[in-house]
Structures are given as structure tokens and as C-alpha cells.
């Protein structure tokens, strides 16, 4: 919302420097986001240009003699390209001071004199337009300032929030205003002359056939109008509040937009078929061609404004091709409404129209006294500016008149939900400066009844929300605040995500975050076999829709690095991945992701490069579930792993709570990344983690004994795991401390099929020192039921 | 170790001679080792010298040749001796240890910086009392806009672009449905933050990006005062920013708080005189707040005429943006690993 800042001036008498009224209307809620001086400077003058010629040394300029008022015409070298005889235009006279950089000066271009420049409205300040000359009307009296037509102003603008739809017109601000500094609001509606000899009510008969979407309907008719731009002073307001300048008639109900925040429409009486307004819904779907000339699809409940045959406007939001005012219109219906907000909203909004009036029935208008002045002033204005009669008397169809809300304020509560106790008279002194009547009652309370223009004002809190801020939020001291806490010091859920981050840093990763949406297809690249949860609105194909996995979101950062030639990324991240139950409901699981890409320890002055394997990764996870307080750590081959996976990739069991994949990335899948460096990855699933708390520690007296050291060698079944042979051997006797397996070999002896692993096996004892004779009984259980168990010899 | 040879030896000989020895050389991985190999190879009764020695065996037209093969073999042998790497300071007249030769490049791991700048959030309002609550990012149009009072076709739905799921389920465009969640759940007095992922369907630049992350705080018990609201982000702002921080409120309009708030804290950097990172204003546009609208606290089931309650976000990018001066958004998710590392 533009405000302007003489134009307020029609309702208040101040001279505040703008930087105050700036901070007053920020300080009231009404966010000043910019503050734009229009003034032309001292100097440029109205000018008419009698002849043009081409510039005898350059094909873009001309050479021009124009009438600045000055007894000989100057000329002027000009570039625009719509510059021509007779045309007016604003001249900057020799000595006009634009800045510090910039004065005219009487000066050769390419070897003509030229005594001054012509100027474009971006030149003056006037708006962005720098297509060619500023066009002035042909009134204008070359040689008077151009400030006489365009005195100096300045632009306020303001973002309102959605609520302060009373604020959107220079009457709103100015009632804010007003009752920031306690000025007394200057009374504008104007009452028309009315033709006592033609009552409207003849001439136009209305109907209000859906009263619950248009509680009122207001009209008056102005009869013999010429049609016509508007004056100097009416375009200048209109343009400095972002409007453009049409005609008389249509500027008139803008200006009544702006000044009293009343949307209005003007119909070409002669126009609306039946002399007749009916306004009703669509009743059936429907086309309707708006003045815009483009067919808006409308549905049955749609409100229309029909005259006796047709539609010709849809309510509220914009008229109708058939209905607008032309060069050709004599006699002008105004219609001044009130359209209940959630209608008018469902509508733009499905048709995708915003438009001043739309905007303003959205967020409500005055019912009341406002719609009569704005239609009042409109029917004055219009008459004055285009020579017309007003009808006598006004249409009004109100069949249920709005009261005024009453709501009753307790002091008490004012103190309590402030947190400063604010005295009785101040109270009411501020609620009477927004208009709101407040008489005190017997038992304390203030009755506080509420203009109508005030729709945010429902309930006892919006009242404390008005002396709040009129109170001021600075001058409310702030409470010292000594709170215990309710609960433990980091709750589980925070305890185990810092765990798992910081364990994963200590490890060498970096901790990213990514986007939660991705393509259709990265998902059918990467888990086709879950159902993915779509987006109805996606901004673009790239998110449309929720990830199911980390995986993609990064390989994605993994090879923005690569391409950055950052080498050998070690990622992770925690965030929540989605898809869809069986019943249709959308799932979220968290999940940890680590990647790691290249090589893990890069080659150095001493030491080779150590590539990134599944190996490195077990070693991470293993650290990590270490950190986590966790025992159990497990690994296992499986067939049933995602498919972004390559061969080696296993199962990943971590206590009893977290689970998932870990393993390489299948070369194909990295390929489509155009990641061409191994890659592996794990995802685990910490949804289960997040629910329970961290394994608690326990602690295990240090080992008093030594311990004895045996290593065995099996030959057996390449299908058979290391892993399954330490548990079985760990197993067989609590005095087996560990079993570390420490070489694989593989070669023509052994067979097709067949591989050797060394197991290390420490034995100790927690009661005394084993001895030989303990350890050898020991070992030929081991031997013994390792051949059993796993059909594996001992190799000698 | 091989005993001089009384004859010359033969070409082969030789031949063998190297082989054996960079056999020894690859052998060698500490000191004692190293030692041993020189004795035996370069020492004054080594293999080299048994070698020279026995020159005068050789014919005389091969001892040319023979000269030339040995004293190859005794370059070789220095050279690999002298540049092997575990040769250390012992060595005198050897090459000097040199401590500015990289490190064992031991990977480093590093936190997010949005993820770092939640948690000191988080650790303050910890110690100030509040514990930490959490909710769906897929969330139900009833608990992101119906129950904070905002209506279906409400204008302040406006202020949030959505995604939509379906008609009833959307991406959470703010993490205030945890407000309602958590008072469903507990009972006063409540005293929470809910940190969270939220969603905007607006165009991606270095100003918005299509998902964020906030901090929301609620704070519901008798007697909960603005002026409540107030002395909290006051004591947050200072342990956050700096303990002599000024705070600035606007009244403005959210639809679940009554009154609404925006709260400027004095720019950290210019300490209020005006700088680029505040635009020249000297405040930082941080924190959205009021006190909990009656409708909200009635669709938690918590009675508004007993209770009253405070509200509170912030934006975590926002807050990270402004803290370390970063200039676009996209940084925090594009993830580059020359950014993440300074953090």
C-alpha cells in the first residue's frame, strides 16, 4: 500500500517530518518498507516544442525550438525518440541542478548549442518510464514551473499484514496516525447536488438474490457525463499510489479505493439490460468474459453482478466486457457493496485474480458509514469533473444492518496478559482513539464497542492487542526470568542425535544438509520398489517428490564437490525420508546416511593413498556403534539390499534398534551421478534409536591375569563367514576372551571354492593365569567343533 | 654374510650380488635393520670392499670393466641407503628431519553450521527451562492452519506458500503445529522449543530457499505474561548475541498469537550504529512472537480464562546468515565441502 503523503494531509493537519511518521506507522504495525521523495528539481519548467529537425550530425538526435516562455524559443538537442511538434514535455532549463554529478548547462552537442534538456519521467523522479519525453496535457502553460502542475510529494510504502485490511486506504493510515498523536480526523465525504426530477430508483431497480455473500448494495446514478481524462491533480495522486490514470469515471471510483479503502465499479448505465442489478451466484458453470477480455471459468457458487439478461460483473473482483464505461458513456451507475470476504477470496484465489478490490473485500471493508461516503463523494466528484446531473437518491439494499461488536474488556486481564498494569483512564483514552467507544460499568469492566471497519477486532485480546501497542512493547518491562527446568537437563531425542553427529565427526565425515525433495526419476533410479510421496504443487520436476532415501540427495552434493574438484568426500547426514503406507498415510522415518568417496587417506610424501572400501565403512559404523554405547554390531550378506548397492554390500544390525545397509555403490548408479571414484555408502534406520534411550554403560574391572595366544588356520567353504566362525569359537568357553581373524588366502592348493582364514584367539582367565595344559584342551574343542559345525579343516 | 672371495667374481656373480642386496634393502623397516645392511654392504670389511679387493684377480682386460660394475653397485647401494625413509636424525651428515613435510592427512570430520547455530539455540533455552518437542514435517491442514486459527480461505494463508500432499496433508510451512501437538499432549505448564524442518513453495534464490528451519518456542502456564515473553528473549538474545543486547518490538499480525510481535535485537556486529549487515538500521528483523491466541490454547484443550501463554519463532538460516555474514542461502544445502570446512 502506497501512501501519499499530502493526501493523508486531507485528513489530518501535521507537518511530522516523514523519518517520524515513518517510525510512528512502523511503530504502530504498519511496516514502512520504503520512503520515496518525488520532486522534480528547481528549474525544469513546462515546455511546448514548436519544430523538430533531424540533427545534422547524428541520425538518433534532434534539433528542437521550443516555447519555455521565454521571448525567443530555445533550442534544445533532443534523443527521445517520441519527441514532435506541439507536443508538451517537461523542460530542465540551463542551470538545472540534478546532483552533485549533474547540472545543465548551455552546451554543444556534436556542434548544435542546446539551451536545456527534455526530460522522460524517470528523469524527474516521476516513475521508472524512460521510453521517450514525458507527455504533459496540452493545458499546461509552457514557462510555469513544473512544479506548479507537479508539486512535491512524498511516497510511503507500507506492508500491511493481513488483518489491517482497514489500513488499506490513505483513511485507514490516517486514523492510525490520528490516533498515534491524538490529531483529530478531518472529515472529507462530500454530499452530491442531487436532480430532485429523477429519482433513481426509476431508472435502475437492484436485487440482492444472495444477501449472504452481499449484505449490501449501494448505487447512484450521475446522468450526462462527458467522458474524459481525468485532471492534472487526480492522475498525479492516482499515479503516485501505483495506479494508472484512465478516465474520469473509472478514476473516480479508484480515487474512492485509495481515500476511503471502498472498492466501487462504474457501469455504463445505458448499458445494463432491464435497467435492472441482480446479485446472485452463477448458479451453473459458466464462462464470463472479464473487462480484461480473457473468459474466466466460473463455477455455480461464484457471485455475479447480472443486469436483467446476463452477468456483467464479477462481484467484487472485476467488471465485465459488456458493461465498462466507453468515450461513448452519458450516464454512469456507481456501485458502492459490501461482499462477505471468504466468497470473494475463493474465488480470486481459484481463479487466480488479485485485484485492488478483490484485495480489499478480502480483507473487509467498512459496512457501514463508509460505504455511504464513498459513494456520495463518488456521485460529488463526478458530477463536478464530468459535467453530470446526480439521480436523486441512493440505492440501498441492506436487508440485515450490521450492528457494531461490544466487547467487554477486564482491566484485570489487560495487566495479566501485558505484564504491566495499565491504568483505567489510559485504557479507554487509548481505545477512543481508534474509534472504539468505551463507557466503564458498574462492576469494573469496559463495555468496548467497535467501529465496523474494524473486523479484526473480535474477542477481549485484540483489545489488549490495540493498548499494547499503543502502550507501547518498549515500555513494557521485561520480567526477569528464572525458570527451573520441568525436565532433564538434554532430552533423550537431543541426547542420541548430538551422539550420533559427534560420532560420525569424530570419524572424519562432514556433516551436510540436503533438500527433502527430489526427482521422479532419482526415485526410480534409486528405490523404485517404495512408494514415493508426491507433491500436488511441485515448484519444479526436480521436487516433486519426497525422498525415500538419502542416498540420492549425497551422491548429489558428492558430485557437486567432484565437479568443484573437491576430492574424496566423506559425508553424512541425519533427516527424515517419507513414502507411503499401504492405507495411503505418509510414513517418516529418520535415518543417518554416511558416504564416502575416493580415496578414504590420500596419498601423501610417505604414505599411499588408501581407496575408500566396505571395509572402511564396517570400520566407521563400527566405531560409531562403539561411541553409541552399543555391543552388538552386525554384518551380513544379503540379496535383498537396495539396488543402488553394488556386490559388496551387507546388512547392518546395530543393538537392537538401528538397522540398514551399508556397502559399495553400484558402479551404473554412481555413473548417472557422473561420480567416476568408488563410492560407499550406508543408511541406517534411527527411528527405533530415537524412541529409547542410549545403551547405559557398564563397567568391567581391567583384566588382573595374563592372557595366552593361539592361532588357528581353517580351510573351508568360501560361502562360510568369518564372522560366523569368531561367534562359534567365541562361544565354546567364556575363557576365549577374542577372536580376531587376521589373514584370508586363497590359491590352486587349497581348490576351487575354498579359502583359508587365520584366527588369532586369546584365552584368559579372570580367576588366574592359564596355563599351557588349560589352553591345549581349549584348542581342540575349538578344532573340533569348528570341522564339525563348518565341514573346516585345520591347516598345517 | 659372504666370505671374501678368493678368486674374482664373474659377472653373474655380481648380477646375484644386486639382487641379494635390494632383497636385504626392501627388507629393512626400522633402524637396527638399517644398520646391519650397512655393515654388510658398505662396512670396512663389507661385501663392496671384499669386491674392490679383488680386483687384482681379474684379467687384466676385464678389470675396466669390472671397476666400472663395482663401483656402479657402491653408487647404488649409498643412494638407496642414504634416501631410505626410515633413516632418521642419527644419521649424522644425513638429511635433517623436517617437521614441515605434511601431517598423516587423518580425515576431518565437521558439524553443519545450521545444525551448530540450532544447537547453541537449543542449549540456551535449555538451561532457561524448555524442553524440546517435535512433529511431522508432513503435517494435516487441520494442525498447520485450521487449529492455529487461520481458517480455509483465511488471507493470512497468503503469507505462507504450500506444498500440498493431497487436500488434507501439506509440508508444514512453520513449526507452530507442534505447539498444538505438544498441548495436546501435556498439561501446563508447558515450557518448550520445537526445532524443526518447514517447507515454502516460493521461488529458490540467495534470499529464500524452498525449505528452512526454525526454532518455535511455547511457554503455557497461569500468569504467563508479555512481559514474560519479553525478559525470555531478552535473556536469550543476550547469552546468544551479547550480553548488553537491546530488543526492538513491532506489533504485528500472525493469526495464532494475540497480541503479535516482531522483535528487532541489536545488530551484533555495529552494536546498534548501522552497518552493512544490518542495512544501515542497527537491527536485525530475528524473532516473530505474541501471546498464544485463545483459540489456539482452546484447540490444545487448555483453558483459556486459567492460562495464558507465550509463542516465539525464529529462523535458523537467518539467524546462521547473519551470524557468520554469509551472503546466499543456497550455501547450507549445496553442501560445498570448501564451505563446510570453515565451519
Not at chain 1, 485485484?355 to 461516503?373: I, M, N
Request: hydrophobic share 40%; glycine share 8%.
Amino acid at each position: 500500500m502506497k501512501i501519499v503523503y499530502s493526501w493523508l494531509k486531507d485528513f489530518i493537519d501535521t507537518d511530522l517530518p516523514v523519518e517520524r511518521l515513518a517510525d510512528a506507522l512502523t511503530s504502530s504495525g504498519l511496516e514502512v518498507a520504503s520512503i520515496d521523495r518525488r520532486h522534480a528539481p528547481e528549474g525544469v519548467v513546462i515546455a511546448r516544442v514548436l519544430e523538430t529537425a533531424k540533427h545534422p550530425n547524428a541520425d538518433r538526435l534532434s534539433v528542437c525550438k521550443v516555447d519555455a516562455g521565454t521571448e525567443t524559443p530555445l533550442t534544445v538537442v533532443c534523443g527521445a525518440p517520441n519527441v514532435a511538434a506541439g507536443m508538451h514535455a517537461p523542460l530542465a532549463t540551463v542551470g538545472t541542478v540534478f546532483g552533485p554529478e549533474f547540472t545543465v548547462k548551455k552546451s554543444k552537442i556534436r556542434g548544435v548549442e542546446s539551451s536545456g534538456m527534455l526530460c522522460s519521467e524517470k528523469e524527474l523522479g516521476i516513475s521508472d518510464d524512460h521510453g521517450g519525453l514525458m507527455n504533459l496535457p496540452a493545458d499546461m502553460v509552457p514557462g510555469r514551473p513544473f512544479s506548479d502542475y507537479f508539486p512535491p510529494d512524498v511516497v510511503i510504502e507500507i506492508e500491511l499484514t493481513p488483518d489491517r485490511g482497514d489500513c488499506l486506504s490513505m483513511l485507514g493510515v490516517a486514523r492510525e496516525v490520528a490516533a498515534r498523536f491524538g490529531l483529530p480526523l478531518k472529515q472529507t465525504a462530500k454530499r452530491p447536488q442531487e436532480n430532485r426530477g429523477d429519482p433513481v430508483d426509476k431508472a435502475i431497480s437492484v436485487v440482492i438474490e444472495a444477501p449472504e455473500r452481499c449484505p449490501r448494495y449501494m448505487g447512484r446514478l450521475v446522468r450526462g457525463v462527458t467522458i474524459k481524462p481525468s485532471p492534472q491533480w487526480l492522475r498525479n495522486r492516482l499515479s503516485l499510489a501505483g495506479m494508472r490514470p484512465i478516465n474520469n469515471a473509472v478514476d473516480v471510483t479508484n480515487y474512492m479505493l485509495l481515500h476511503f479503502g471502498q472498492p466501487m465499479h462504474a457501469f455504463d448505465h445505458a448499458r445494463l439490460r432491464g435497467r435492472a442489478i441482480r446479485v446472485k451466484t452463477a448458479g451453473e458453470a459458466q464462462g464470463f468474459m472479464t473487462l480484461d477480455n480473457i473468459e474466466r471459468p466460473l463455477l455455480a457458487d461464484d457471485l455475479l453482478i447480472a443486469d436483467g439478461s446476463r452477468p456483467v460483473a464479477l462481484a467484487g473482483i472485476m467488471g465485465g466486457a459488456g458493461s465498462e464505461i466507453t468515450d461513448a458513456t452519458t450516464d454512469v451507475f456507481l456501485e458502492c457493496a459490501f461482499f462477505e470476504q471468504t466468497g470473494i477470496r475463493k474465488t480470486a484465489k481459484r481463479l487466480g485474480i488479485s485485484t485492488d478490490s478483490s484485495y480489499r473485500f478480502e480483507r473487509g471493508v467498512d459496512p457501514g458509514e463508509g460505504l455511504v461516503d464513498a459513494l456520495d463523494t463518488a456521485a460529488a466528484m463526478l458530477s463536478e469533473l464530468a459535467g453530470g446531473v446526480v439521480a436523486q437518491g441512493t440505492i440501498d439494499v441492506y436487508p440485515e444492518k450490521r450492528t457494531q461488536r461490544t466487547i467487554i474488556l477486564h482491566p484485570e486481564k489487560v495487566a495479566r496478559v501485558l505484564g504491566v498494569a495499565v491504568a483505567n483512564d489510559r485504557i479507554t483514552s487509548f481505545l477512543q482513539s481508534l474509534q472504539i467507544s468505551c463507557p466503564a460499568r458498574r462492576d469494573g469492566t469496559i463495555a468496548c464497542t467497535v467501529p465496523l471497519f474494524r473486523h479484526d477486532l473480535a474477542i477481549e485480546e485484540d483489545l489488549i492487542e490495540e493498548i499494547g501497542r499503543l502502550y507501547g512493547y518498549d515500555n513494557i518491562p521485561a520480567s526477569v526470568v528464572t525458570l527451573l527446568p520441568l525436565n532433564r537437563a538434554l532430552p533423550d531425542v537431543e541426547r542420541t542425535i548430538d551422539a550420533v553427529r559427534h560420532a560420525l565427526a569424530f570419524s572424519g565425515l562432514r556433516e551436510a544438509v540436503t533438500n527433502s525433495l527430489t526427482s521422479r526419476k532419482k526415485w526410480l533410479l534409486v528405490t523404485p520398489e517404495k512408494a514415493a510421496v508426491p507433491l500436488l504443487n511441485p515448484l519444479t520436476p526436480d521436487m516433486a517428490l519426497m525422498r525415500t532415501t538419502l542416498v540420492n540427495s549425497l551422491l548429489d552434493i558428492t558430485a557437486y564437490n567432484c565437479n568443484r574438484n573437491n576430492r574424496n568426500n566423506r559425508f553424512f547426514e541425519i533427516g527424515k525420508v517419507f513414502d507411503l503406507l499401504p492405507s495411503g498415510d505418509p510414513r517418516e522415518r529418520d535415518v543417518v546416511a554416511l558416504l564416502i568417496e575416493g580415496d578414504f587417506v590420500h596419498a601423501t610424501w610417505n604414505n599411499s593413498a588408501q581407496p575408500v572400501s566396505f571395509y572402511m565403512m564396517k570400520g566407521i559404523l563400527e566405531a560409531f556403534s562403539g561411541h553409541l554405547g552399543f555391543t552388538r554390531c552386525s554384518f551380513c550378506g544379503t540379496d535383498e539390499k537396495p539396488r543402488y548397492f553394488g556386490k559388496e554390500a551387507a546388512a547392518v544390525g546395530i543393538g537392537e534398534v538401528v538397522c540398514g545397509y551399508a556397502g559399495m555403490i553400484e558402479p551404473e548408479i554412481a555413473d548417472v551421478f557422473e561420480i567416476k571414484t568408488p563410492v560407499c555408502y550406508a543408511e541406517l534406520d534411527i527411528t527405533g534409536l530415537l524412541a529409547t534411550f542410549l545403551p547405559v554403560r557398564s563397567y568391567k574391572p581391567l583384566p588382573r591375569f595374563p592372557a595366552l595366544e593361539r592361532d588357528f588356520c581353517f580351510v573351508m567353504d568360501e560361502a562360510i563367514s568369518a564372522s560366523d566362525i569368531t561367534g562359534t569359537i567365541s562361544s565354546i568357553s567364556p575363557l576365549i576372551e577374542e577372536v580376531y581373524p587376521f589373514d584370508v588366502f586363497r590359491g590352486e592348493k587349497l581348490g576351487d571354492g575354498k579359502k583359508s582364514i587365520a584366527f588369532n584367539t586369546r584365552f584368559r582367565s579372570s580367576e588366574k593365569t592359564l596355563s599351557d595344559t588349560d589352553v591345549e584342551k581349549l584348542c581342540g574343542r575349538i578344532v573340533s567343533t569348528v570341522a564339525k559345525t563348518y565341514k573346516a579343516q585345520l591347516r598345517t | 654374510m659372504t666370505e671374501p672371495s678368493p678368486t674374482a667374481p664373474s659377472s653373474a656373480r655380481l648380477d646375484e650380488i644386486q639382487r641379494e642386496a635390494e632383497n636385504a634393502f626392501s627388507d629393512i623397516n626400522d633402524d637396527d635393520a638399517a644398520e646391519t645392511f650397512r655393515i654388510a654392504y658398505l662396512g670396512k670389511k663389507g661385501i663392496l670392499r671384499d669386491l674392490l679387493k679383488g680386483v687384482g684377480a681379474v684379467p687384466e682386460d676385464q678389470r675396466r670393466a669390472y671397476g666400472a660394475r663395482v663401483n656402479e653397485l657402491h653408487r647404488l647401494f649409498e643412494d638407496r641407503f642414504s634416501r631410505a625413509p626410515w633413516r632418521t636424525v642419527k644419521q649424522a651428515g644425513g638429511p635433517a628431519f623436517d617437521p614441515g613435510l605434511p601431517a598423516f592427512p587423518l580425515p576431518q570430520g565437521s558439524l553443519h553450521p545450521l545444525m551448530k547455530i540450532r544447537n547453541e539455540m537449543r542449549d540456551i533455552f535449555l538451561d532457561m527451562g524448555f524442553s524440546v518437542a517435535y512433529g511431522p514435517d508432513i503435517e494435516t491442514d487441520y494442525y498447520n492452519f485450521e487449529a492455529l486459527n487461520m481458517p480455509a480461505f483465511h488471507p493470512a494463508r497468503d503469507m505462507q506458500d504450500t506444498f500440498y500432499i493431497t487436500a488434507t496433508h501439506l509440508l508444514r510451512t512453520h513449526t507452530s503445529p507442534v505447539q498444538i501437538r505438544t498441548m495436546e499432549r501435556e498439561r501446563p505448564p508447558i515450557r518448550a522449543i520445537m526445532p524443526g524442518r518447514v517447507y515454502r513453495n516460493e521461488e529458490i534464490s540467495a534470499r529464500s530457499y524452498c525449505l528452512f528451519h526454525q526454532i518455535e518456542g511455547l511457554y503455557v502456564d497461569e500468569g504467563v505474561s508479555f512481559a514474560d515473553l519479553k525478559g525470555t528473549l531478552l535473556a536469550f538474545s543476550r547469552r546468544f548475541f551479547d550480553d548488553a543486547t537491546k530488543l526492538k518490538i513491532r506489533p504485528s499480525f500472525f493469526p495464532f498469537t494475540e497480541p503479535s510481535v516482531e522483535i528487532d535485537v541489536e545488530c551484533f556486529l555495529c552494536k546498534g550504529k548501522g552497518c552493512g549487515i544490518c542495512k544501515g538500521s542497527g537491527w536485525l528483523e530475528v524473532l516473530g512472537a505474541g501471546m498464544v491466541h485463545p483459540r489456539v490454547l482452546a484447540a490444545g484443550n487448555i483453558d483459556g480464562e486459567q492460562y495464558t501463554g507465550f509463542a516465539f519463532g525464529i529462523g535458523i538460516e537467518r539467524i546462521a546468515l547473519l551470524k557468520y555474514g554469509i551472503e546466499d542461502i543456497r550455501f547450507f544445502y549445496e553442501n560445498d565441502v570448501r564451505f563446510l570446512r570453515q565451519f
